[in-house]
Each structure stands twice: as structure tokens, then as C-alpha cells.
């Protein structure tokens, strides 16, 4: 009878099983110090960028103050040059010039700083019995109900005929007065609590309260809506007309706050996807002078497919990458092929609440670290472009390498839904590129909530990757 071989199970398990912790147990100290303060700069970041517009607005002031240039067309630019180019105010890339320039191709992250939300129509004001009210067209995908009995600010910028623009922002300094969806009193509710949840609360049904105070003058109607255009003209100069030419959101309200009693969490609106987009800005900002020059790319309207000049979906990102080669003598067909991205956006964090629609062993969870995921889209990955086996071992390679916590998963069971993000628009482009990013609570919610590890995390594995 052969002898019983001797095994060592548990070095067994850690030399070929995935191991399934906590990443608290796999971080120091001093790891998790780093965590918190990089969450606390990313708060009043998040407080800063309610809006596609405001998170342009930062990236690029931060850009700025560490040495970021305005682009210029034709330049030539030296290893380590850092310059930005703000693509119509609400998308930019930040750019390190590397020693090999683009040669081999560019090292890019790509987040996107749109959120649902609540934008206005072009002739939103009206009155009905005595109130004031915004007609709005929502943006993004969101549960309609979630939007009512919360408070709302409003944000954004109206330009007016001589194209002079009037910054508008009301509802986030203490003492501003605040906004509201109404909802339906549970006494009443008996017909709207029959319906199934995306019925009970329609499109058409998110008319923002803004007002009950008429002018004093018993005489004519729409005294509510008048004394509401007189307040606006009186602080901002803007008539009704000027609601055409306007780009206005509502948001939450609400800042950034920790969630939890060990404060693990964080809990915000606009998480998806700014919670990509400022570790891709401080990797960009923290990037020496790499090897292959890096980009970061803050895009536009990815919530509703990435259409438009500021969204992916267009050549803003190929037309840039088309300067860079040209002032090198290079094509950028040539410069494009040989380029590397990070899709870098958020996905579902694995949720025990409601456990029936994830696959527990291909869910990412809360402080595992930054997710890879493979391929997104919907049921037949429908929507989505695959990384390939040869980029998923990369990327796996270069985050052990630089001890990043790292973790893999998808959105949710197969046949449950599913989402995109703009992976494939790169990938058109004939660049190789791969999803990554921060796992979510509660995403597409007006609160959403992160691990401040694996927002740390993945700041950690854009630089690395900047820097391989």
C-alpha cells in the first residue's frame, strides 16, 4: 500500500484557490491611514462636482495647480510636459508626456463624470393652483420614485442671448433654500401603492416645487410663476427665454458623508462615476515622467450612451491622440493599435439584501479592492467589449506587482439586466482596453455608497498602470 502523501492544505489553498477575505485582513496600518486621508481629498472633491460641467471645472483647477498646461495644437511635447485640454467644458484629458512619447502607443484611463439626474425642460416654469413648479426630463437610468420627498439643488449655467453665461448653483450653502419632488401621502396612496414600482411615479410626475409667494397684485394670473421670474431676474438678470439656452440640473442636495460607525464608507451622489474619476485625475497628477506618455480621460454623457461631441462615442479622444502623433512624425493609426486603456467605471457591489440577482463567486464586494471585469454589457453580452486573456494577465500581473487589492466580477446573474460602460467605444478605436473600477451600493441611487479601500485601490492601480 503507497504511503499517504503529506499536504500542507492550508499553503495549498493559498498557492492555487482565490483567496475570499476581508481586505482589511490583507492591509497594514498604515494602508488603511492612506485610505482614509485619500477619501477625505476625494469628499470635497465629490461635494465640488455635482455636475458633468463642475467636475471639469475641478479636475481642471487641480490640473493647474501642480503644473498642468494649457494644450496646444502642433507642439511638440518633451517627456515629463503635463498639459490639459478641456473639451467644451464639460470633458477633458490630462496628459504626461513619457520618455518614449507615443511610439508605443499611450497608456489611457477613461471615467466619465455624468450622473443621473434631473435636468429642466426649455420652458420649464409654470403655476398650477397657487404653486410654482419645474417641468424636468430626467437623465440617466433611474428608479423615478427615488427622486421625490428628498431635498434637491439646483446647479448649472444659462447663457443668455449676447452670450454672456450666468452661473446658477442654490441649495448647497447653509441657509440656501432647497427643492423637492412631492410625493403622494400614504392616506391617499391606496391606488399608487397597487402599481408596480416604475408606475407609481411617472416621468411627467417630477415637477419640481419651487415656490408658493405670489407678487403683490390680486389682479391676472400666474402671480406664483411671476414673482419666481422676478426673484431670478433680480439676482441673475435671466428672463424665461433664458431657460432655452441653459444647461440646468437638479441633484440631491445632500454632501458626502461616512457611512457606518467605523466609518468604513462613504456615502454621496455621483458616486458612478466620479469615484473612478478622481483616482484617474491624482494617477495622472502623481505620474513622474512615465515610460509611455499617459493619459486620463474624464468624459461626458456615458449614463445615456456616450453620444455627442463630449461623449465617447466621438473622436475628441482619437483627434487628440492624432495631435500627439503628428507632432511626433507618427501616424495615429500606429500610435492608436499599440495604446492601452482602463475603462475605468464603477460596478455592482455584491448586496446580501438582495442576494437572488448576484452570483456570489462572480460578484465583486465592498473592501475587496478594485474590480477587473472582463466584459460587461447585458444578458449575451450584448453591449460590451471583452478584454482580451493576454490583458486581463496583464493587468492582473501589474497590480500584484504593485501590491494593489484586486478582485473580479460581473453585473449581477445573466439573464438580470446588466450595463455598459464606454470600454467598446475605446475599443473602436483599435486600442486593447479593460474594465475596471470601484464596486457600488445602491448605484444609480440619489445616495450611493463605496469602500474607502477600494476607492483607494483603484487610484492605486491607475497609477500603477500609468506606470508600468
Known sequence: MAKKEEVDVKELKKKLLIPRTNGFFQLSEKQVEKAEGFAESYKAFLDASKTEREAVAAAVELAKKNGFAAFEEGKKYEAGDRVYYNNRNK????????????????????????????????????????????????????????????????????VKKDGTSVQVVVGEEEGDPQFCVTDLLPHLS????SKVMHQAISAE???????????????????VKLNIMKLLYDKYGITEEDFVSADIEFVPAFKARDIGFDRSLIGAYGHDDRVCAYPAVMAAIHAKTPEN???TVLADREEIGSSGNTGMNSEFLHHFIEDLAVAEGLEARYVLRRSKCL??????????????????????????????????????????????????????????????????????????????????????????????????????????????????MTYLGIKAFFEA
Open 343 to 456: 475603462s475605468a467605471d464603477v460596478t455592482a457591489a455584491y448586496d446580501p439584501n438582495f442576494a437572488s440577482v448576484y452570483d456570489v463567486n462572480n460578484s465583486c464586494a465592498v473592501n475587496a479592492g478594485v474590480c477587473i471585469v472582463k466584459y460587461t454589457g447585458s444578458r449575451g453580452k450584448s453591449g460590451t467589449s471583452e478584454a482580451s486573456a493576454e490583458l486581463m494577465a496583464e493587468v492582473r500581473s501589474i497590480f500584484e506587482k504593485n501590491n494593489v487589492l484586486w478582485q473580479t466580477g460581473e453585473m449581477g446573474k445573466v439573464d438580470n439586466g446588466g450595463g455598459g460602460t464606454v470600454a467598446m467605444y475605446v475599443a473602436n478605436r483599435d486600442i486593447e482596453v479593460i474594465d475596471v473600477g470601484v464596486p457600488v451600493l445602491s448605484m444609480h441611487a440619489p445616495l450611493e455608497v463605496i469602500s474607502k479601500t477600494d476607492l483607494y
Open 293 to 295: 506618455t499617459v493619459l
Open 205 to 223: 410626475d417630477l415637477n419640481i416645487l419651487v415656490g408658493s409667494r405670489p407678487v403683490a397684485d390680486e389682479e391676472g394670473g400666474d402671480l
Open 91 to 158: 470633458s477633458v484629458i490630462l496628459m504626461v508626456a513619457g520618455k518614449k512619447g507615443c511610439r508605443q502607443g499611450v497608456r489611457i484611463s477613461v471615467a466619465h463624470v455624468d450622473s443621473p439626474r434631473l435636468d429642466l425642460k426649455p420652458h420649464p416654469l409654470y403655476e398650477n393652483n397657487d404653486m410654482a413648479f419645474f417641468k424636468t426630463h430626467y437623465y440617466g437610468g433611474i428608479k423615478k420614485y427615488q427622486w421625490t420627498a428628498i431635498p434637491l439643488a439646483m446647479h448649472g449655467v444659462l
Open 190 to 193: 391606496t391606488e399608487q401603492m
